[in-house]
């Protein structure tokens, strides 16, 4: 599969503070998912990336796809208690349908 | 998007035994997938079953201690067999149509809710 480093492992913010994980690649992507896990709950999709440089907006979530396609981006401005929970960047994995998890970075916001 | 019903949603067994978990879609799926997730870790790809056929295994999972069935295009489960402590974890199944949908429609993946499995 296509592995991905996704920095940082955790992050600990106040809320109304900003978040940024980041997932990097040795290889280019084809295309690079995001998904949000809840404590407790089970992964849920965010978002795709699939155009070289492509920023996609979702309320306080910017998604960004690096020009070389190596790299992505997730930011949330202004963070809210509803955020709190572990995301994941996912690029595709070994063979057709499959992905490939990033380890994930586990947000916790302190209100 | 997909309904999922995964269940058990948690269970507590003793080493040595088996659990079979199910995973219930509520339409046809081309791909389900199952996943282990140790928690605050990343989800590990087990196995893809495939509709008609064996599953596909990932490396370092093997038939004989997880097998799959995947007898129709809304239904799989999954067995985790002679179970020790350390098959202690969560595990996912998730469903995509990868060669369906438009855009961000295409291969995205949908979860169950998940098995809590603790071995004593």
């Known amino acids: 599969g296509q592995q991905v480093m996704q920095i940082p492992q955790y992050q600990h913010v106040q809320e109304g503070e900003d978040f940024t994980t980041y997932c990097n690649s040795s290889?280019?992507?084809?295309?690079i998912q995001w998904y949000k896990q809840r404590p407790g709950g089970h992964p849920v999709f965010l978002i795709q990336?699939?155009?070289?440089?492509e920023v996609k907006k979702q309320k306080r979530l910017t998604f960004q796809f690096g020009e070389a396609k190596k790299n992505s981006s997730l930011h949330i401005t202004a963070t809210q208690t509803t955020d709190v929970g572990t995301y994941f960047c996912?690029?595709?994995?070994?063979?057709?349908?499959?992905?490939?998890f990033g380890q994930g970075t586990i947000l916790t916001v302190h209100p | 998007s997909a309904v999922i019903s995964q269940k058990p949603s948690r269970d507590i067994c003793q080493r040595g035994t088996s659990l079979t978990i199910q995973c219930q879609v509520d339409s046809q799926v081309t791909m389900m997938f199952w996943y282990r997730q140790q928690p605050g870790q990343s989800l590990t790809l087990i196995a893809t079953?495939?509709?008609?056929?064996?599953?596909?295994?990932e490396s370092g999972f093997v038939i004989d201690k997880f097998p799959i069935s995947r007898p129709n295009l809304t239904f799989s489960t999954l067995t985790v067999s002679n179970m020790s402590p350390e098959d202690s974890s969560i595990y996912l199944c998730s469903v995509g149509n990868p060669g369906q949908g438009a855009g961000s429609a295409k291969n995205i993946q949908y979860f169950g809710a998940g098995t809590r499995l603790s071995v004593l």
């Open positions: 996912a690029p595709p994995g070994t063979s057709y349908g499959k992905l490939t």
């Open positions: 990336l699939v155009k070289s440089g």
């Open positions: 290889t280019t992507l084809s295309n």
């Open positions: 079953a495939n509709q008609g056929s064996e599953a596909t295994y």
